[in-house]
T-cell receptor
Framework: DAEITQSPRHKITETGRQVTLACHQT?????MFWYRQDLGHGLRLIHY???????NKGEVSDGYSVSRSNTEDLPLTLESAASSQTSVYFC????????????FGNGTRLTVT | GENVEQHPSTLSVQEGDSAVIKCTYS??????FPWYKQELGKGPQLIID?????GEKKDQRIAVTLNKTAKHFSLHITETQPEDSAVYFC??????????????FGKGTRLHILP
């Protein structure tokens, strides 16, 4: 069965360090998304990609970057981790940009100390 | 841009009773409305969706209704069971999305099913 996997599931890092969260999907979807989930804010879009070499900023993109070198992977990098980036991060993919279901991974819980 | 409001933020219902979660959206061009269920420690999963050419859709104990004129849609769960306890998210988007169109989520409803 096709799936979307995130790693690691849990990560603790120190302020100022660079951190990369992995996302890998076997759906062969062109469209991939990164969200962060925080109490009281729901799911907020960080970055998204509509295909290889395509990346776009979402509503909370400051301090984050992504790259898309193949269809399967969209790694999320925190350039210099800040305590405000402590959150649960979800990766998702879909067959179309807007009118089809999102398939989510099970998340990465990131703590920045 | 699109804005989605979801109510209530928390809902407790007795097992066997019905639960209703409501969402409103602001962009009349939105025409795809999915609902996601998130269980503890997992990512959200699609449970039902509706497109703007229909007013209601049912799948066993779950139904979604859409009122395009009022720009609101609702999730109805009947005969609730303990496994329905979770966080539910509504969302709105456009089926023919361009680069600037985003999938916008409500802030979620935590549903508790009381024994």
């Amino acid at each position: 069965d096709a799936e979307i996997t995130q790693s690691p599931r849990h990560k603790i890092t120190e302020t100022g360090r660079q951190v990369t969260l992995a996302c890998h999907q076997t759906w062969n979807h062109n469209n991939m998304f990164w969200y962060r989930q925080d109490l009281g804010h729901g799911l907020r879009l960080i970055h998204y990609s509509y295909g290889v070499q395509d990346t776009n900023k979402g509503e909370v993109s400051d301090g984050y970057s992504v790259s898309r070198s193949n269809t399967e992977d969209l790694p999320l990098t925190l350039e210099s981790a800040a305590s405000s980036q402590t959150s649960v991060y979800f990766c998702a993919s879909s067959v179309s940009p807007g009118g089809s279901p999102l398939h989510f991974g099970n998340g990465t819980r990131l703590t920045v100390t | 841009g699109e804005n989605v409001e979801q109510h209530p933020s928390t809902l407790s219902v007795q097992e066997g009773d019905s639960a209703v979660i409501k969402c409103t959206y602001s962009d009349s061009a939105s025409n795809y409305f999915p609902w996601y269920k998130q269980e503890l420690g997992k990512g959200p999963q699609l449970i039902i969706d509706i497109r703007s050419n229909v007013g209601e859709k049912k799948d066993q104990r779950i139904a979604v209704t859409l009122n395009k004129t009022a720009k609101h849609f609702s999730l109805h769960i009947t005969e609730t069971q303990p496994e329905d306890s979770a966080v539910y998210f509504c969302a709105a988007s456009k089926m023919r999305a361009n680069r600037d169109d985003k999938i916008i989520f409500g802030k979620g409803t935590r549903l508790h099913i009381l024994p």
